[in-house]
């Protein structure tokens, strides 16, 4: 989520300059589009779907709701309400998170992450109505790990089921003026690995990267990271793309092939990006495969999907991600020679908030109005 300052500057921007050179595509000449599908009551965070389900799209907001799209249509009732155990006086809290378990037909069980009000990050376990698919049982509620947090900033928040079944964690870095990012002490500036399905509420995974190693908390998976705004795993390749958030002048995307042990430190706040920003010292880190600059509007990354859907052929196998300010939408992928390429995809108007996948492969986009989005082809 962006700090104050960010938001404060981000309306004094209108033209988009990246690093990398990427190619002009103006509005009008872009194939794809994004037509409205739903309206919810605030900030989307989260659009996902359980696994085997191809009707129902579950909308997490800032304000605490989850709500249900089936048929273009937000039912009445919202799925799971708490609200009232949810804080949003900063900009960068509320209910940041949701993901379905991988046996969510058989166990019907879910998980949120949302700051209380004591500003702290809480990841809870519910369990689905054993009468009504379309409502959660508020009273089944699970505190499976609480995070201090020194601010009301850089939450992260973001919660994805791994390739390997396990529940991982995003956590900002709290916007502290001596970030904890790179330290194996803190939870903050990193993503956690949590077995949720084989200990009631969670156990460390034997083989998570920090286990044994002194003074490292068990459940780091990855570190040096200001604030991961969405991450998300290739359902066809298993790899693991992250885009972190910058300071004042540049947006990143980490990735991590599949079948890697983990442990990486992406360079917070030593660096921000590829450009120094501290110490500069290299040693032990592991660099973006994609940055750009904040000129010309950009000023927040929000991490998006790899297409794995039907409808848009030319996307297969790319990364979309969006900027929040500037409303812009990309692709990248990575090529046979090893490096990366990326093109700008479609302008949109949007307060760019987060990104979904159906069960389909199908990607969608949630605004910062309580908007839905799905992208399509123009002709659709």
Same mark, same amino acid.
């Given at each position: 989520m962006l700090p104050k300052s960010k938001l404060f500057f981000a309306w004094l921007f209108c033209v988009l300059i990246l690093v990398a050179a990427i190619p002009s595509l103006a509005q009008d000449d872009s194939p794809y589009q994004l037509p409205q599908i739903a309206e919810v009551s605030s900030f989307v965070t989260a659009?996902?779907?359980?696994?085997?389900?191809?009707?129902?799209?579950?909308?997490?907001?800032?304000?605490?709701?989850?709500?249900?799209?089936?048929?273009?249509?937000?039912?009445?009732?919202?799925?799971?309400?708490v609200s009232e155990k949810v804080t949003t006086q900063s900009f960068g809290q509320g209910m940041l998170g949701m993901a379905f378990h991988p046996d969510f037909a058989t166990n019907g069980l879910f998980f949120v992450d949302?700051?209380?009000?004591?500003?702290?990050?809480?990841?809870?376990?519910?369990?689905?109505?054993?009468?009504?698919?379309?409502?959660?049982?508020?009273?089944?509620?699970?505190? !499976?790990? *609480?995070?201090? #947090?020194?601010? /009301?900033?850089?939450?992260?928040?973001?919660?994805?089921?791994?390739?390997?079944?396990? &529940?991982?964690?995003?956590?900002?870095?709290?916007?502290?003026?001596?970030?904890?990012?790179?330290?194996?002490?803190?939870?903050?500036?990193?993503?956690?690995?949590l077995d949720v399905t084989g200990a009631d509420p969670y156990q460390v995974p034997a083989d998570n990267p920090f286990v044994g190693q002194e003074k490292a908390l068990p459940e780091l998976w990855t570190k040096g990271l200001r604030n991961p705004w969405r991450f998300s795993f290739d359902r066809a390749t298993g790899d693991l793309y992250i885009a972190d958030v910058g300071e004042a002048a540049m947006e990143e995307i980490d990735f991590q092939p599949a079948g890697d042990p983990g442990g990486e430190n992406y360079g917070w706040n030593a660096y921000?990006?590829?450009?120094?920003?501290?110490?500069?010292?290299?040693?032990?880190?592991?660099?973006? !495969?994609? *940055?750009?600059? #904040?000129?010309? /509007?950009?000023?927040?990354?929000?991490?998006?999907?790899?297409?794995?859907?039907?409808? &848009?052929?030319?996307?297969?196998?790319?990364?979309?991600?969006?900027?929040?300010?500037?409303?812009?939408?990309?692709?990248?992928?990575?090529?046979?020679?090893?490096?990366?390429?990326?093109?700008?995809?479609?302008?949109?108007?949007?307060?760019?908030?987060?990104?979904?996948?159906?069960?389909?492969?199908?990607?969608?986009?949630?605004?910062?109005?309580?908007?839905?989005?799905?992208?399509?082809?123009?002709?659709?």
């Amino acid at each position: 989520m962006l700090p104050k300052s960010k938001l404060f500057f981000a309306w004094l921007f209108c033209v988009l300059i990246l690093v990398a050179a990427i190619p002009s595509l103006a509005q009008d000449d872009s194939p794809y589009q994004l037509p409205q599908i739903a309206e919810v009551s605030s900030f989307v965070t989260a659009i996902t779907q359980p696994p085997g389900d191809s009707t129902r799209l579950f909308v997490a907001e800032l304000n605490g709701k989850i709500s249900i799209i089936e048929d273009g249509v937000v039912k009445p009732d919202p799925f799971l309400d708490v609200s009232e155990k949810v804080t949003t006086q900063s900009f960068g809290q509320g209910m940041l998170g949701m993901a379905f378990h991988p046996d969510f037909a058989t166990n019907g069980l879910f998980f949120v992450d949302y700051t209380q009000p004591d500003g702290n990050a809480a990841f809870v376990r519910f369990h689905v109505s054993a009468d009504n698919p379309d409502l959660a049982d508020p009273d089944s509620a699970t505190t !499976v790990f *609480v995070i201090p #947090h020194p601010t /009301g900033f850089h939450y992260g928040g973001q919660l994805a089921f791994g390739p390997d079944g396990y &529940l991982y964690w995003s956590m900002g870095d709290g916007a502290t003026k001596r970030s904890p990012a790179p330290k194996l002490d803190s939870y903050l500036g990193s993503i956690l690995r949590l077995d949720v399905t084989g200990a009631d509420p969670y156990q460390v995974p034997a083989d998570n990267p920090f286990v044994g190693q002194e003074k490292a908390l068990p459940e780091l998976w990855t570190k040096g990271l200001r604030n991961p705004w969405r991450f998300s795993f290739d359902r066809a390749t298993g790899d693991l793309y992250i885009a972190d958030v910058g300071e004042a002048a540049m947006e990143e995307i980490d990735f991590q092939p599949a079948g890697d042990p983990g442990g990486e430190n992406y360079g917070w706040n030593a660096y921000e990006g590829t450009n120094i920003f501290n110490n500069g010292s290299k040693d032990g880190l592991t660099f973006p !495969v994609v *940055v750009y600059s #904040h000129d010309g /509007g950009n000023c927040s990354i929000t991490g998006g999907y790899v297409y794995r859907g039907a409808a &848009l052929p030319d996307l297969v196998g790319k990364y979309i991600f969006g900027d929040y300010c500037s409303g812009w939408l990309w692709t990248t992928y990575q090529k046979s020679d090893g490096t990366w390429f990326t093109a700008q995809l479609l302008k949109t108007k949007l307060r760019l908030t987060t990104f979904g996948e159906d069960n389909a492969g199908e990607l969608y986009v949630g605004d910062g109005r309580g908007r839905v989005y799905k992208l399509v082809a123009a002709n659709s």
